[in-house]
Nanobody
């Protein structure tokens, strides 16, 4: 079992930036592909960014150039830094840990982009 705890959300003005953090329990963090997903009201959950155990990254087209995902295996931590935030970035953001067949989710954290 892996427990994931997100932090760093809140209210951000358009054009602003934020940093989301996900801290995982468990010493096998380094074996998991870690990812951020988000779900806006009335929409399906979508991948924002992912990072493999080796550090390869993948981004949704909507955040390319605005987001940076990183991980610190020694601290069991994953970060997502986003800039130039837009109203469309408003959503609940979820941390995900995946190592087939195991898949774990955090409880989610609200990010609201509004003036």
């Amino acid at each position: 079992q892996v427990k994931l705890v997100e932090s760093g959300g809140g209210l951000v003005q358009p054009g602003g930036s934020l940093r989301l953090s996900c801290v995982a329990s468990g010493s096998i963090f380094r074996s998991y592909t870690m990812a951020w997903y988000r779900q806006a009201p009335g929409k399906q959950r979508e991948l924002v960014a992912a990072i493999t155990p080796g550090g390869s990254t993948n981004y949704a087209d909507s955040v390319k150039g605005r987001g940076t995902i990183s991980r610190d295996n020694a601290k069991y931590t994953m970060l997502l830094q986003m800039s130039s935030l837009q109203l469309e970035d408003t959503a609940v953001y979820y941390c995900n840990a995946n190592w087939v067949p195991w898949n774990f989710w955090g409880q989610g954290i609200q990010v609201t982009v509004s003036s």
